[in-house]
């Protein structure tokens, strides 16, 4: 089965709520994780791993995850934000930037806040006037210390990306409406990036 880039967000939080297997569907041969809170992803590369690390973590956490707000950029990148629900009901929101190859993940940094759930409304398709790309990049260049390139949906209007101030990694998902940033998910980790 072939994942669309914009069907991947909504699969991959379908892979850790209920089905592991999903993640050589979803995953190169040699896909790399990292989490901003842990270090347990670091040394799974691909799907393998990765399927054995996920059953274990539904069976002993059994967290559900639901896609919110996307930013799709072309067969590229993509990142979004995700609420995620505990057993014991509490939900927190956090955010994924991955990068792709050949359609299917590569790379991907997660983060859940240690806010809780935002109440910030997800991103919708805007209308009215829309920025360039460029126009997008140059708006957000300055935002934060950002670690590679930059996901850009000019569709919707939104720019994401992972984040590293010499400390910490970070993720942030930026909307933008009107010529500025209109709201933006800014989730510091606590730990270094690890690739």
Request: proline letters at 6%; glycine letters at 8%.
């Amino acid at each position: 089965m072939t994942v669309r880039p914009d069907e991947i967000p909504a699969v991959w939080c379908r892979m850790w709520s209920e089905d592991a297997s999903l993640a050589h569907q979803l995953m190169t041969a040699d896909a790399r994780q990292w989490s901003g809170v842990v270090d347990a992803l670091d040394p799974l590369i691909g799907p393998g791993p990765a399927e054995a690390f996920v059953r274990t973590y539904q069976r002993d956490v059994g967290n559900v995850f639901h896609a919110r707000t996307l930013v799709i950029d072309g067969a590229d990148r993509l990142a979004y934000t995700w609420d995620v629900t505990r057993p014991d009901g509490s939900v927190t929101t956090g955010a994924d930037v991955c990068f792709l190859r050949d359609g299917r993940v590569a790379e991907n940094w997660t983060l859940p806040s240690a806010d809780g759930r935002s109440d910030l409304p997800d991103a919708t398709t805007p209308t009215g006037s829309r920025l360039t790309r460029d126009d997008l990049l140059a708006l957000t260049a300055d935002a934060h210390p950002w670690h590679r390139e930059r996901v850009v949906d000019v569709a919707r209007q939104t720019v994401a990306g992972v984040w590293d101030d010499g400390e910490r990694g970070g993720i942030a998902v930026l909307v933008v409406a009107g010529g500025r940033v209109e709201r933006e998910w800014s989730i510091p980790g606590t730990r270094k990036l690890s690739y």
